[in-house]
């Protein structure tokens, strides 16, 4: 079965920088769109960002716009976000995803794999 597991998150200040990895296992990792979401305590479900499957689309949320980057590593079957000048409003649990679908560029939510989420929490 295909898993993905996320790692990175912690406690940081605001203005500081982490960065989450996902590992997928039980599936090919080429070929499927990856992305990140989050939760906020109280709040819905937000986009963050995706990769598609070649690693030349990508797509961010308003919010996280030209702070965070999201890149892939084939070889190493991983997804990372790269999250930069954090404020206490980037606090949230971060979860990978990744699309069903061979050889698109958009993860699906409804239609995803899902990981088990890390916590990221920012400190004013």
């Known amino acids: 079965q295909v898993q993905l597991v996320e790692s990175g998150g912690g406690l940081v200040q605001a203005g500081g920088s982490l960065r989450l990895s996902c590992t997928v296992s039980?599936?090919?990792?080429?070929?499927?769109?990856m992305g990140w979401f989050r939760r906020a305590p109280g709040k819905e479900r937000e986009f963050v960002a995706d990769i598609g499957w070649s690693g030349v689309t990508t797509s961010y949320g308003d919010s996280v716009k030209g702070r965070f980057t999201i890149s892939r590593d084939n070889a190493r079957n991983t997804v990372y976000l790269q999250m930069n000048s954090l404020n206490p409003e980037d606090t949230a649990i971060y979860y990978c995803a990744t699309d069903r679908q061979y050889h698109t560029s958009r993860v699906y939510p409804k239609s995803a794999y899902w990981g088990q989420g890390t916590q990221v929490t920012v400190s004013s």
């Open positions: 039980g599936r090919t990792f080429s070929g499927y769109a």
